[in-house]
């Protein structure tokens, strides 16, 4: 049997192990008994987070038919179901069959599934496509633009976007840094800042999508002679 190394043989094990290990040796060793114990407590820490949600980014491809807007139904076989109306005041279409069907507030598809049922009894399985012909939504773009003014919002749309539409900022007044976006949420207006300089320059990865009659005042410069 080999003979156990000298700090080991006497009763002074952890006195001789402690002259053996020098100050840098013994932070390292330290250091790698300490790491595992540190990511097991950084990984809860995330593990219990929760991500902020940007109120732009939300359930923008699911945006509902509004009041005014123009949708064509299409049958693909009882074609003398097919119509294009206007969805009326009161939220509703009067179409031949069925009568009044409320459409306002519900997206294409769940207007689509509606009628699917509603006229089960005359065509079957006849399919059945809904298309926006012409939305009535829109948002609106103010202050240094070029071109300030009424937006159609035909398609999901970010406050990039509306600005470009309304031709660009303005280079020599607009303060890209504080876009203010005014929307209207369950009868209380609220507001959302908006750091285009940001956006441009890549450093935002969610883009903020706008909803149907929001208003986006791009700031003026403020200049001190």
Known sequence: MNAKPRWFQNGNEKKEVRHLLSPAQMLYWGALVLLPVFCVMLAGCQTGSKAKVD???????????????VVSITFQYSTNFNTVQKIGLDGTLNLQGVGQVQAARKTTLQLQNDLTSLYKDQVKDDPITIKIVAAESAVYVAGAVMHPGKIPLE??????????EAGGYDPYR???????????????????????KRVLRGREDAPFYLKPFDVIQVATKTFNF
């Open 55 to 69: 109120p732009g980014a939300a359930a923008y491809a699911t945006n509902n038919l509004l009041e005014g807007d």
């Open 155 to 164: 398609r999901p749309m970010t406050v990039l976007e509306a600005i470009m």
């Open 174 to 196: 607009a303060d890209l840094s504080d876009v203010l976006v005014l929307r209207v949420e369950n009868g209380r207006q609220k507001n959302y800042r908006v750091n285009m």
